[in-house]
């Protein structure tokens, strides 16, 4: 008996220092990535790529910790935010209304709304996470990109005057160079808008001097960059020109040259500087522009070419910019149709929630007159049963002294009964317990059996050609995720195939029981049930690493939850 205490404490002990070293690796691991995430952004992401098998251990905590890094990572790296939208719920519903930590998880919100085009819903996280860190007089930082992403909404949106607060109060907060020559930049665009055209340069010119205070070339490429634009927008050509190229020589490799390009073979035109060099910057700013970009920087190729007689070369550029312009034109329609079907929707919404509203009222005042009804009828029941009671008490006292006598007959009779009958609940208990130990026994085969099928069946998977090519897929060794190679479309589809026609009895079993799971799903949840790694199964969907199952896995079990709590 000592000796299992002894046994139970140690391994109580073993077990809690496990947990403390997890937890100390895993805030190690936060920590170092925080620190990487000013100056190396990109190596604090790669860190924090972890496998879902890991996220799963996090414990709430540590989630939500790990939630706002991920996507304090992927928005520096300038990756989309929308593999972060599950984690960023988690830490949302962790963190109260009185912690900093709120706010930024708003922030993050509010980015991935505006990444999705709501507006409305981006402006309602950003303005509550901008309440929240009022609270917090230092966090000058949360309060400057919470202030920033505000003002960049309200400009787009054609709210200039709200714009111009938020940066404005964005400028007060800014405590580096770099902030400063940002909140400055968006406010010199303002009063560009207004034509203020002194206000303008001036502080367009104090931006640029934060901007190479800061000693950072990418800010200072677009300070000089803004202020080619600005000077070109006040016809001083020659200024805006000088600028055009200072900031394109000044522009990190890496980043994207398309605007810089296009501004500068702009100007060129319209200096009447070389042709040839006008040519060279507008279509090296095709490769890199957007499609509305491309559309316009075409049509001035076309007019070039055209005034200058190559009128070949003109069709060509006319042709690829109709192409574009067409394709706008679906995007524009389909764009429409979408607000017509929200709009429509909407309607129909506000349209059940008025009858709904109106059933509740009757529903309220026929319950009240029924409660009414009902208290009336239970009082005079009551006054009832009273007399019946005091009618039944006076029978019931006759009939229980005729009755009393026969009772000590009837026990004797009965304790005779009971022997007889705790002898046959015995027999009957032992066949209870020999029947039992038959059922677990077939229980126990029709599992071994289940077992050995699905065996089979991932052996049959094995032998098909897709399982090999998913194989060798996994099996690559690339310096960059992109360049992984993914199963076709057409191979996809074989897989889907393959995978139906071998795990049917599963499929059959899942749609039967969860019948809102897609044929995706479906593929996804045998693929679990097959020896493939994660990485492997991503490969399968197209997907060159697994964040993407984490999002996949979890409305899966949004789904097959939200069946089964209907049953």
């Known amino acids: 008996m000592r000796n299992l205490k002894i046994t139970t404490a140690l391994l109580t002990v073993l077990l809690l220092l496990s947990s403390c070293s997890h937890k100390s690796e895993t805030g190690t691991l936060f920590s170092h990535a925080d620190a990487l995430m000013e100056e190396h952004p990109d190596s604090a992401f790669r860190l924090l790529n972890l496998p879902p098998e890991e996220i799963e251990k996090l414990s709430g905590k540590e989630c939500a910790r790990y939630a706002l890094l991920l996507a304090r990572a992927t928005d520096k790296c300038k990756l989309s935010l929308l593999p972060c939208d599950s ?12 912690e900093k930590e709120k ?20 402006i309602s996280y950003l303005q509550e996470g901008l309440t929240i860190i009022q609270n917090f007089p230092k966090e000058l930082k949360t309060k400057n990109l919470l202030l920033s992403s505000l003002g960049n909404i309200y400009f787009d949106a054609g709210y200039y005057d709200k714009a111009i607060e938020m940066y404005k109060a964005m400028y007060q907060c800014s405590t580096t160079n770099i902030q400063k020559a940002i909140a400055l930049n968006n406010i010199s665009t303002y009063y560009c808008l207004i034509d203020e055209k002194d206000s303008t340069l001036m502080i367009q010119r104090k931006a640029l001097n934060y901007a190479i205070a800061s000693g950072d070339s990418l800010q200072i490429a677009m300070s000089k960059h803004n202020l080619s634009l600005e000077f070109d927008e006040f016809d001083e050509l020659d200024s805006a020109l000088y600028y055009a ?3 394109l020589a000044e522009l ?11 501004n500068l073979g702009s100007l060129l035109l319209k200096t009447e500087g070389n042709k040839d060099s006008v040519r060279y910057y507008l279509n090296k700013s095709i490769e890199e522009l957007s499609i509305e970009g491309k559309a316009s920087r075409l049509n001035i190729l076309y007019n070039l070419e055209k005034e200058n007689g190559d009128y070949k070369t003109a069709n060509t550029y006319l042709e690829k910019h109709s192409a ?11 764009t429409e149709m979408q607000q017509l079907i929200y709009e429509y929707g909407t309607k129909m919404q506000v349209r059940e929630e008025q009858m709904r509203g109106n059933r509740m009222v009757r529903s309220t005042i026929a319950s009240f007159i029924i409660v009414c009804l009902l208290i009336i009828l239970i009082y005079q029941n ?20 005729n009755k009393l006598s026969s009772l000590e007959t009837t026990i004797e009779n009965n304790q005779l009964m009971i022997a007889l009958l705790q002898q046959e609940r015995s027999n009957l208990k032992k066949e209870h317990e020999n029947k039992e130990q038959q059922i677990k026994e077939r229980e126990q085969a029709i599992d071994d059996l289940k077992k050995e099928k699905q065996k089979l069946l991932n052996w049959l ?13 996994s099996r690559q060794i690339v310096p960059d995720k992109k360049e992984m190679k993914v199963l076709t479309t057409a191979e996809q589809e074989l897989l889907k195939n393959t995978i139906f026609e071998l795990y049917n009895d599963y499929i059959s079993f899942l749609r039967k029981n969860y019948s809102k799971l897609t044929e995706s799903d479906l593929l996804f949840l045998c693929l679990q049930e097959t020896s493939l790694e994660p990485l492997s199964i991503a490969i399968c969907f197209g997907y ?4 993407p199952l984490n999002q996949k896995k979890y409305k899966i079990k949004e789904r097959m939850n939200e069946e089964e709590s209907k049953i």
């Open 324 to 334: 574009i312009m067409d394709s706008l034109y679906y995007m524009e329609q389909s």
């Open 87 to 98: 984690l960023l719920n988690v830490a949302f519903k962790y963190y109260d209304d009185d």
């Open 245 to 247: 190229q200072k900031a």
């Open 103 to 122: 706010a930024v998880a708003l922030l993050y919100k509010g980015r991935l709304a505006v990444e999705m085009e709501k507006a409305k819903e981006a």
């Open 544 to 547: 060159s690493d697994t964040h």
């Open 382 to 401: 009551r006054i009832n049963r009273k007399k019946q009671l005091q009618l039944h008490y006076e029978q019931s006292l006759e009939q229980t002294q």
């Open 461 to 473: 998977f094995t032998q098909s050609s897709i399982y090999k090519k998913v194989v060798t897929l």
């Open 252 to 262: 990190p490799q890496e980043e994207n040259h398309g605007n810089y390009y296009s």
